[in-house]
């Protein structure tokens, strides 16, 4: 079984940076996709990036360029969502999710990671 924990959320200003984190424990197999997703009270959670172990990416097209998925080593028990220039349209519950294969074609869809976090909460104020 894989546990996941997210961390690092909280209230920035416009403008402003945060990272979160996702530390896995348990049983972590060789080959991980790591996704960030999002949900915004009202909206339905939507993906916003991916990192699988070769180091490939996928970004949400509202956060390219604005966000950076990355790991801590080559270990895949601690990866970060690195948020520049926060928008108040980012706030939102910050979940991480994993599946132990190639990140699907579909990365954004949830439904596609059996292994998800309790989220960590984000608020970003004009």
């Known amino acids: 079984q894989v546990r996941l924990v997210e961390s690092g959320g909280g209230s920035v200003q416009s403008g402003g940076s945060l990272r979160l984190s996702c530390e896995a424990s348990?049983?972590?197999?060789?080959?991980?996709?790591m996704a960030w997703h999002r949900q915004a009270p009202g909206k339905e959670r939507e993906g916003v990036a991916t990192?699988?172990?070769?180091?490939?990416?996928?970004y949400a097209d509202t956060m390219k360029g604005r966000a950076t998925i990355s790991r801590n080593g080559t270990e895949n028990r601690l990866f970060y969502l690195q948020i520049d220039n926060l928008e108040p349209d980012d706030t939102a519950a910050y979940y991480c999710?994993?599946?132990?294969?190639?990140?699907?074609?579909?990365?954004?869809?949830?439904?596609?990671?059996?292994?998800w976090g309790q989220g960590t909460q984000v608020t970003v104020s004009a």
């Open positions: 348990g049983t972590i197999r060789g080959f991980v996709c």
């Open positions: 999710g994993a599946i132990y294969d190639y990140c699907p074609h579909s990365w954004e869809e949830p439904s596609r990671y059996p292994y």
């Open positions: 990192l699988d172990s070769r180091g490939t990416t996928n």
